[in-house]
């Protein structure tokens, strides 16, 4: 397909390209504006229901949210609307042999003869690519944000995945497969009773978290060994398999019930195992080539958070036979967000990015509130070190919408 043939079969997913494409900020704000405007003329004036939408929502949602100026608190809104074309078009369930067969009451009975279904009766690839594009964002934006659910897992969607799994179309196909398996796993992880203290060998109404810990440990294995070996270096799989890992063994972190002073193994090696993870994580994120950053996309972002909150939790906790000393020499905190910064400060110049007057590029912009942060996790930790950390205090296992996207990328507030 040409470019023209897609802009004009594709217009307002032809949109985002452009503006994600654009090197100048300040041409850059004003295309991602208009993209709002028109996205609210196309879904809330017209309502309007098409593939063409839902795609370009889904491209607001990965790149948009985070490179346009001014911020706005849009990842929520922009979810549900994805979700909601998802709904309207039929893409979680499916698709009717017959179009009558999917009228609704009030068209059958004559109450709104001129409303028709915005269905196909035929399910494309490109469907089966969207809805678990939205799955994934979905699921991740309500991880990340804590008050919204995500698209519900259907039948038909783990058919679509299946159907992926096995195409030749596309390579990305195969990438976009074990992207969805592993938020799939980590939404299980998510739902797992963590609260209780996982090192408890009492039995209660369910099964003790430590049989839920081995069961993730499993699929997690599993997981991975499903991994092609054309794509075992993939940067986005990886990213997304590694956070899984550190969603897992981050539940250590949880405050045992009772504090014995008992040091318990099990639970050392999982603190240590999230340590790997996390270091891992970020070992994968500065061997990015500089000129490359400008390919991380939302979901990168909050992975990048949630590690950082978690490193900084593995370098406080005071578990018996815990050594903090040693995380920090694993894995310094203040040290890896300045370099962190520093990288991100360097893109511009590296892929050609012209800053004019006050508009500067979001990577420039990160790498400065990178630098932010960074001061403020080293005047935490120094705090730490200077007192006694108090025994008594919980920190409960990760939340996006908590204290830490304060300090990580004050963008939090401000466009979610």
């Not at 409303?115 to 009766?121: G, I, P, R, V, Y």
């Not at 209660?204 to 430590?210: E, F, H, L, Q, V």
Request: hydrophobic share 40%; with cysteine.
């Amino acid at each position: 397909m040409s470019a023209k043939d897609f802009k004009e079969q594709s217009p307002f997913l032809w949109r985002c390209i452009v503006a994600i494409q654009c090197k100048h900020p300040s041409r850059q704000s004003e295309l991602c504006t208009s993209i709002r405007e028109v996205a609210a003329k196309r879904l809330l004036v017209d309502c309007a229901k098409n593939l063409d939408l839902l795609q370009g929502v889904l491209m607001y949602l990965t790149w948009i949210t985070y490179l346009t100026q001014p911020q706005k608190s849009s990842l929520c809104i922009y979810t549900q609307m994805a979700i909601g074309l998802v709904f309207e078009l039929g893409l979680n369930k499916p698709a009717p042999p017959d179009l009558c067969m999917a009228t609704s009451n009030c068209n059958a009975v004559g109450h709104l003869p001129h409303l028709k279904a915005s269905l196909s009766t035929k399910r494309t690839m490109n469907e089966r690519r969207a809805v678990l594009g939205c799955y994934v964002l979905s699921s991740l934006i309500a991880q990340f944000l804590g008050r919204m659910d995500p698209l519900r897992w259907t039948p038909h969607m783990e058919e679509c995945l299946n159907t992926l799994a096995e195409s030749y179309e596309s390579p990305n196909d195969t990438v976009l497969v074990q992207m969805t398996r592993s938020r799939l796993l980590a939404d299980l992880i998510l739902q797992g009773p963590w609260s209780q203290n996982l090192y408890d060998i009492e039995t209660a109404s369910r099964a003790p978290a430590s049989f839920h810990m081995k069961a993730m440990q499993t699929q997690l294995q599993t997981l991975k060994s499903k991994i092609p070996v054309n794509l075992a270096e993939n940067r986005s799989i990886l990213f997304h398999l590694i956070h899984t890992e550190v969603s897992l063994y981050e539940t250590a972190l949880s405050k045992p019930a009772t504090n014995t002073g008992y040091t318990d193994p099990l639970h050392l090696d999982h603190l240590y195992a999230c340590l790997k993870a996390v270091k891992a994580f970020f070992d994968l994120l500065v061997a990015i080539p500089i000129a490359e950053l400008t390919s991380i996309a939302l979901p990168d972002l909050i992975y990048t958070s949630h590690c950082l909150m978690t490193l900084f939790r593995l370098s406080t906790s005071d578990h018996p036979g815990w050594d903090q000393a040693t995380v920090r020499g694993t894995l310094d905190l203040v040290s890896i967000t300045g370099q962190l910064a520093d990288r991100l400060k360097q893109v511009a110049q590296v892929v050609g990015i012209q800053n004019e007057g006050e508009s500067q590029d979001p990577y420039s912009r990160l790498g400065m509130m990178m630098l932010k942060i960074r001061g403020e996790w080293a005047s935490r930790l120094s705090d730490l070190e200077a007192i006694d950390i108090d025994s008594t205090l919980e920190l409960p296992l990760f939340n996006m919408n908590q204290w830490d996207l304060d300090s990580f990328l004050n963008w939090s507030g401000e466009f979610n």
